[in-house]
């Protein structure tokens, strides 16, 4: 009797930890694929302001989502009115970007996972444009943002949108003046 219980006792075990491995996976694909869904950037839509042989050329990298195309739409009009040409792609266009021909790069995205978006990672370690180069990142709490930017960073507060626009635009005007 006390053999057979003995015999049994690990494959029980070893069917719990089976068990609770596989719960525990499913427990991590559900919570991983809510984040994605919930936190994850659309595409932003491709568009031009004003005349490519304006003197100032402005670049806007970003991701698609309700606060960034605020953030986007409220710099664009600014800059439109400025009469500076503005051109807006999504971030997953940078490795084609050739940084010399811009007057200013602004760069709008998300940290997802703890980590900067990794297109955006990649042109700033790579750019030589860091005077040019306007950072905004944002993460759910607002406090992430990439080392050796000056970035700006906070989260994405449908009502901090006006304060955003200004900041960014102040930079923008900092990097035209000192030409």
Same mark, same amino acid.
Request: charged letters at 20%.
């Given at each position: 009797m006390i053999t057979e219980t003995l015999k049994a006792t690990p494959r029980h075990h070893y069917k719990h930890i089976l068990a609770t491995t596989a719960l525990l996976l499913a427990a991590a694909l559900v919570f991983v694929s809510w984040y994605k869904v919930h936190y994850s950037m659309g595409p932003a839509k491709t568009f031009e302001v004003n005349a490519p042989t304006s003197e100032d050329k402005i670049l806007i990298a970003t991701q698609g989502s309700e606060f960034k195309d605020a953030v986007v739409q409220?710099?664009?009009?600014?800059? &439109? /009115? !400025? *009469?500076?040409?503005? &051109?807006?792609?999504?971030?997953?266009?940078?490795?084609?970007?050739?940084?010399? *021909?811009?007057?200013?790069?602004?760069?709008?995205?998300?940290?997802?996972?703890?980590?900067?978006?990794? /297109?955006? &990672?990649?042109?700033?370690? &790579?750019?030589?444009?860091? !005077?040019?180069?306007?950072?905004?990142?944002?993460? *759910? !709490? *607002?406090?992430?943002?990439?080392?050796?930017?000056?970035?700006?960073?906070?989260a994405s507060v449908m009502v901090d949108v006006p304060g955003r626009v200004a900041t960014i635009t102040n930079r923008i005007e900092a990097v035209l003046g000192k030409k």
């Amino acid at each position: 009797m006390i053999t057979e219980t003995l015999k049994a006792t690990p494959r029980h075990h070893y069917k719990h930890i089976l068990a609770t491995t596989a719960l525990l996976l499913a427990a991590a694909l559900v919570f991983v694929s809510w984040y994605k869904v919930h936190y994850s950037m659309g595409p932003a839509k491709t568009f031009e302001v004003n005349a490519p042989t304006s003197e100032d050329k402005i670049l806007i990298a970003t991701q698609g989502s309700e606060f960034k195309d605020a953030v986007v739409q409220g710099v664009v009009s600014q800059m &439109k /009115n !400025r *009469g500076a040409y503005v &051109k807006v792609i999504d971030v997953s266009d940078l490795p084609n970007i050739d940084e010399a *021909g811009w007057s200013a790069i602004v760069l709008i995205s998300s940290w997802e996972m703890r980590r900067p978006e990794p /297109n955006v &990672k990649t042109f700033v370690d &790579k750019s030589h444009a860091g !005077r040019k180069m306007i950072v905004m990142n944002t993460s *759910g !709490r *607002g406090d992430f943002k990439m080392e050796g930017v000056d970035a700006i960073s906070g989260a994405s507060v449908m009502v901090d949108v006006p304060g955003r626009v200004a900041t960014i635009t102040n930079r923008i005007e900092a990097v035209l003046g000192k030409k």
